[in-house]
């Protein structure tokens, strides 16, 4: 049984008295909790008052603190101060703060199973983060909520609580409102021929629809288009821009809209181009102090400014961030509603590690555009402080998919007035099993939002993702569809017996210099706590990156790498994207990563940012596999393919074909599987 549960049974409340007609017993003058179960009175503070905010969920700060701290006492207090039942719950000592009178109201017994969640899980929490402590006694049709504590304690909780509800209420009210109509859609379903239930499509479409109309009827309308073209750009010849495209990365572009395409923008060549009509962009770019727009923003931004959708196959490194943020700013800035009247967040960026989603809060942080204030929803982060944080009210949520959808099932985050949508890694999220959360999160998003997805690969999953929920999107890849040789790394591949790894990396190691950082990737969380304490052992400083350390321990480790306080970072794939480290010289593999995607990645996390880098890689004889594989990125990427590699490619063939044959050769169903 749940702690109020518990708590209900064990205490002898003395029950409202009913009314002949068996209506709930309300005491006099009291206002009632509305239908659809907003608060309208409490018992500490005057009807009119507490509308002021009611409706603006818990995202915005009260108009008049003072309105909750009415000298009023509770009616019940008043009413039956030498009652039984208000002795008993002072006796028993439910207070937080026993000087002071509980907050009183009564909600909607069917919205009751919100404020205390699952196995009273809810109830918990709003009493861990308010500090008070709620008590709820269930009635038939109202029930009473008591919240005791202090006033500052009781105002939060009370808060928390009308905001779970007044959030509740706007994802839901079309529901509420059709099944009370007296004329329900028809939900789908009629009467074959047979007398069988037949689904009516058709109709369960339209329904869909028309709720989804409903849904989103009553939101603010949302502003777009914020693109000005240069007259330089505009007066670019194409086969000057062909040519530019070719130069930069060969970027191709295309627009995914069915029907009738739509000239693809001009890419800028400077800031100039792009932003000239937002001085606070222009001033924050010269603080940043960097040169020209790399190739993805150059293209990028001209597309996302007039509002268009926009697909980017780009890694991380080229500048993706800012491609999608400053636009985004822009984009907050100039919403209709201002900001201050918006009950929620107007961006969000989903990325899939708690790594990449810091990195681009610093990137959003680093810029201060108009003091918009970001915030980080990670898992393995303080839950408490992210919902104190996210329930005061932010511009923009960078999150990853697990941590912002329990938020979003709890009622803590508004994603409703989200109108800037960013998928960032999009390949990476989908690899990391979060297609169900995001496809959960996007229900509460409105589809006539501005989106932006980033991938570094255009695999199926990436695909299908785009077509539910990106709206006639242009398309922009930099490099090659396929995996992009990194060009900027010499790359080295040395075929070794297992044993001998350790040994040659040590050897490594000693031949590393003194301004020299290195990344060494292994294939394993235990390998990675293994190698690292080895080499600390040896006295070499080392930090170590991997999915089962404390997330502060990961952050302390970047931090460390990040500022040179060591030199060595021994990680798994968790640092293989998204990570952006300037000035690592060297990534070295100590296993081969699993697909050659990863290696494309890992070796991408040195020569960034104009630096050239050196990869070297240990090859053993279980990674003949992807010997083919790896053979083609380094010819296409001009580097040295050493023999031995050869040899494993061309026995791992000959042992493929032997595979194919033998199995060819067994019998089916009687029959030669060869013998047509
Ligand atoms: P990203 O691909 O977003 O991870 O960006 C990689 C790094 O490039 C980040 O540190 C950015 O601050 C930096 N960066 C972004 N835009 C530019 C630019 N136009 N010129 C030089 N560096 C940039």
Redesign the pocket.
């Known amino acids: 049984m749940s702690d109020w549960e518990e708590e209900y049974s064990a205490t002898e409340i003395q029950q409202p008295k009913k009314t002949q007609a068996g209506t709930p017993w309300v005491p006099q003058g009291r206002q009632r909790y509305s239908t659809q179960g907003t608060i309208e009175e409490t018992h500490r503070g005057s009807g009119s008052r507490a509308q002021g905010w009611q409706g603006r969920g818990g995202w915005s700060h009260r108009p008049d603190e003072s309105s909750w701290r009415d000298v009023e006492q509770p009616r019940e207090h008043r009413a039956n101060s030498s009652s039984g039942w208000t002795r008993e719950f002072r006796s028993r000592d439910y207070s937080r703060d026993p000087t002071n009178c509980p907050m009183s109201f009564r909600l909607d017994s069917s919205l009751i199973g919100m404020v205390i969640g699952r196995g009273g899980s809810k109830i918990k929490e709003l009493e861990e983060l308010s500090g008070a402590r709620i008590k709820i006694v269930k009635e038939d049709n109202d029930s009473e909520v008591k919240i005791f504590g202090s006033n500052e304690q009781q105002d939060k909780a009370k808060g928390l609580i009308n905001g779970i509800i007044e959030r509740q209420q706007k994802g839901t009210d079309f529901e509420y409102k059709n099944n009370r109509s007296n004329d329900p859609p028809n939900m789908g379903t009629s009467v074959s021929v047979s007398g069988k239930p037949m689904i009516d499509w058709t109709s369960l479409r339209e329904n869909k629809e028309k709720y989804e109309a409903i849904k989103w009827a009553d939101m603010p309308p949302i502003a777009k288009a914020f693109y000005k073209e240069s007259p330089t750009i505009t007066s670019w010849a194409q086969v000057e821009v062909k040519k530019w495209r070719k130069e930069n990365n060969n970027i191709i572009c295309d627009d995914l809209k069915e029907d009738g395409k739509r000239p693809i923008p001009n890419p800028v060549q400077n800031?100039q181009d792009a932003f000239y009509p937002f001085p606070e962009v222009m001033s924050a770019?010269k603080i940043?102090g960097?040169?020209?727009?790399?190739p993805?923003?150059s293209q990028a931004w001209p597309i996302i400014l007039q509002g268009i959708d926009l697909i980017g196959i780009?890694?991380?490194?080229?500048?993706?961030?800012?491609?999608y943020l400053l636009p985004g700013f822009i984009h907050l800035d100039l919403q209709p509603i201002p900001r201050n009247q918006r009950d929620g967040p107007g961006m969000l960026v989903l990325a899939p590690t708690r790594e990449l989603a810091l990195?681009v809060q610093a990137?959003c942080s680093?810029y201060k555009y108009k003091g918009f204030e970001s915030m980080c929803v990670y898992g393995g982060g303080d839950r408490k402080s992210q919902i104190n944080v996210v329930t005061k009210g932010v511009d923009i949520i960078i999150a990853t998919p697990g941590r912002l959808h329990d938020l979003q099932m709890n009622n803590f985050v508004n994603l409703r007035s989200i109108t800037y949508l960013v998928l960032d890694e999009a390949d990476r999220m989908l690899d990391m099993g979060f297609e169900p959360q995001i496809m959960k999160i996007l229900i509460d998003i409105r589809p006539d939002r501005q989106t932006v997805m980033t991938s570094a690969t255009w695999p199926d999953g990436v695909r299908r993702l785009s077509k539910s929920y990106l709206k006639d999107p242009m398309m922009v890849y930099v490099g090659t569809l396929d995996l992009a040789a990194v060009n900027t790394v010499q790359q080295q591949v040395l075929v070794i017996p297992e044993e001998e790894k350790r040994a040659f990396t040590l050897h490594f190691i000693d031949s590393l210099k003194p301004d020299d950082k290195v990344i060494i990737f292994v294939g394993k969380k235990l390998i990675a706590d293994d190698l690292s304490s080895d080499f600390s052992l040896q006295g070499i400083p080392v930090q170590c990156l991997h999915g089962n350390r404390e997330q502060c321990d990961r952050e302390q480790a970047l931090d460390d790498f990040k500022k040179g306080k060591v030199r060595i970072l021994v990680a798994t794939d968790l640092a293989s994207r998204?990570l952006?480290v300037?000035d690592v010289t060297h990534v070295f593999n100590f296993d081969f990563p699993r697909n050659i995607e990863e290696y494309v990645h890992r070796v991408g996390r040195t020569g960034?940012?104009?630096r050239t880098g050196e990869s070297i890689t240990l090859v053993t004889r279980k990674d003949w596999r992807v010997s083919a594989e790896l053979i083609n990125i380094l010819e296409r990427a001009n580097q040295e393919v050493p023999p031995e590699l050869m040899e494993m490619a061309g026995r791992y063939e000959e042992f493929k074909k032997k595979k194919d044959g033998e199995r060819d050769m067994v019998p089916r169903k009687g029959r030669w599987r060869n013998d047509h």
Do not use: C, M, S, V
């Open positions: 800031f770019l940043a960097f040169e020209k727009p790399t993805i923003q780009a890694q991380t490194g080229t500048g993706k961030t800012l491609a990195q990137e680093k998204g952006d300037h960034r940012a104009g």
